[in-house]
Nanobody
Framework: VQLQASGGGLVQAGDSLRLFCVAS????????MGWFRQAPGKEREFVAA??????????YYGGPVKGRSTISRDNANNTVYLQMNSLKFEDTAVYYC??????????????????WGQGTQVTVSS
């Protein structure tokens, strides 16, 4: 499975941004798709995930973005989206999409995802 993330850019605090991740190869609809981010000097952290067909498309969010972001997927086009609103300076990071079959309790765990995209930079100016 190859993942291509895009949609990042330079925005101002308070703006919105929509990230995309297109998958090729594999059975997209079966995968749990996740977004993680890594800010300079910090560890990679969980942003959001959406379960595959077996999980009914349930969504999960990490603490920093909960209430401000929405993850969704389009199985027909092998694409997962991350809509981020009310962006803050601390949202500045490289955002990575990932695919895997994590058990429910590991939905936010990096090592539970087998495939990773190259990342897209989001920079929020204050």
């Amino acid at each position: 499975v190859q993942l291509q993330a895009s949609g990042g850019g330079l925005v101002q605090a308070g703006d919105s941004l929509r990230l995309f991740c297109v998958a090729s190869g594999g059975s997209f609809r079966s995968y749990t798709m996740g977004w993680f981010r890594q800010a300079p000097g910090k560890e990679r952290e969980f942003v959001a995930a959406i379960r595959g067909s077996g999980g009914g498309g349930s969504t999960y969010y990490g603490g920093p973005v909960k209430g401000r972001s929405t993850i969704s997927r389009d199985n027909a086009n092998n694409t997962v989206y991350l809509q981020m609103n009310s962006l803050k300076f601390e949202d500045t990071a490289v955002y990575y999409c990932a695919a895997g079959h994590p058990i429910l309790s590991a939905t936010g765990t990096q090592r539970a995802y087998r495939y990773w995209g190259q990342g897209t930079q989001v920079t929020v100016s204050s």
